[in-house]
């Protein structure tokens, strides 16, 4: 009797340790995706400055400029933005495998 216990418990933790790791995936996906949404939000108006610039040029030597200032402050905001996603996703992955890695280190030690 005392194994099915044993066995209920540790399928019980197992549920709750797995709604806890979606949760904490959702969340992850959540901000992720603002992430992303807010970026591209960014980029667009971004883009839109640098062909007022262009289209505002009045000499190829002006327009050359401009778009190589649009080319350096589009690739600083994307190596930006893709550290804070991949910072996020790392934090993510870690906080939702927290739960698993505690319940397989406890069955671990179970007798």
Known sequence: MMQIETL?????DA??????SFGALSKGAGAAAL???DYARTSFEQTGRAVE?????RSLD???AAQGEFLRTSYEAFVAR???VGTL???TAREAFAPVETLVSSAARAP
């Open 89 to 91: 996703a790392t934090d």
């Open 35 to 37: 992430e992303v949404t």
């Open 82 to 84: 893709a550290s804070r």
């Open 62 to 64: 002006a327009a050359i």
């Open 8 to 12: 209920h418990a540790f399928a019980r």
């Open 53 to 57: 610039a262009l289209t505002g040029a």
């Open 15 to 20: 549920v709750q340790a797995s709604l806890t």
